[in-house]
């Protein structure tokens, strides 16, 4: 069975510009969620989409958004990149909604954003 | 609000020796706990978790952690560790009502031959 992939592993983006990453879950998990990673802040969640909808938002601001597909795949954006937007972003694949009993989640190996 | 605190930035061991790395959370009902490891450019690997029931709970790569409600403690035990085992370690705490995972700050393990 395959596990979370993420695309691209590796971007660098010059400041001002957008960017988007993808994540493709586990076969038949409906939860995607994205969590920024960075040596200062350490590991943030972002959003989770489960069914398409967005079911939890963490605080960062607008220039983040995410979208999920009806096949449970899922997209970041990051809009007017800025230097702090430089992390590693991680997406985790649940079967069913994170915070529901028994829901483990099942990270991919994130993609590594350099905003320069 | 939830939290985790993992109060060992850094530790090193030598390999073949046991290991504990320290998780102490803060939530206001019962907390689903997780370990994590990740490897240097890697994502997140779940070791263990717990949800209910035993609270000694078993994992991969020969590992095991104990809840201890009145500790508010989920600690992470190895008895003889390999070098293979040099990692970041992550303790994360999650629950009703709370559907994100909170992670601790990490604790980075390095093992000396």
């Known amino acids: 069975k395959a596990g979370v992939t993420q695309t691209p592993r590796y971007l660098i983006k010059t400041r001002g510009q957008q960017v988007t990453l993808s994540c493709s879950p586990i076969?038949?998990?409906?939860?995607v969620s994205w969590y920024q990673q960075t040596p200062g802040q350490g590991l943030q969640f972002l959003f989770e989409?489960?069914?398409?909808?967005?079911?939890n938002k963490g605080n960062f601001p607008g220039r983040f958004s995410g979208r999920q597909f009806s096949n449970s795949r899922s997209e970041m954006n990051v809009s007017t990149l800025e230097l702090g937007d430089s992390a590693l972003y991680l997406c985790?694949?649940?079967?069913?909604?994170?915070?529901?009993?028994?829901?483990?989640?099942?990270f991919g190996q994130g993609t590594r954003l350099t905003v320069v | 609000a939830q939290s985790v605190t993992q109060p060992d930035i850094h530790i090193t061991v030598s390999e073949g020796a046991s290991l504990e790395l320290r998780c102490n959370y803060s939530?206001?009902?019962?907390?689903?706990l997780f370990w994590y490891v990740q490897s240097p450019g890697q994502g997140l690997q779940l070791l263990l978790k717990?949800?209910?029931?035993?609270?000694l709970v078993q994992g991969i790569k020969g590992f095991e952690a104990e809840f201890k409600r009145s500790q508010s403690s989920f600690n992470l035990r190895k008895p003889s560790v390999h070098w293979s085992d040099a990692a970041e370690y992550f303790c994360?705490?999650?629950?009703?009502?709370?559907?994100?995972?909170?992670f601790g700050s990490g604790t980075r393990l390095q093992v000396q031959p």
């Open positions: 717990y949800f209910s029931g035993d609270t």
């Open positions: 989409y489960f069914s398409e909808t967005q079911r």
């Open positions: 985790a694949s649940s079967l069913r909604e994170q915070g529901l009993r028994g829901t483990e989640a099942f």
């Open positions: 076969s038949g998990h409906r939860s």
């Open positions: 994360a705490v999650g629950g009703t009502g709370r559907r994100a995972l909170t």
């Open positions: 939530y206001g009902a019962t907390p689903y």
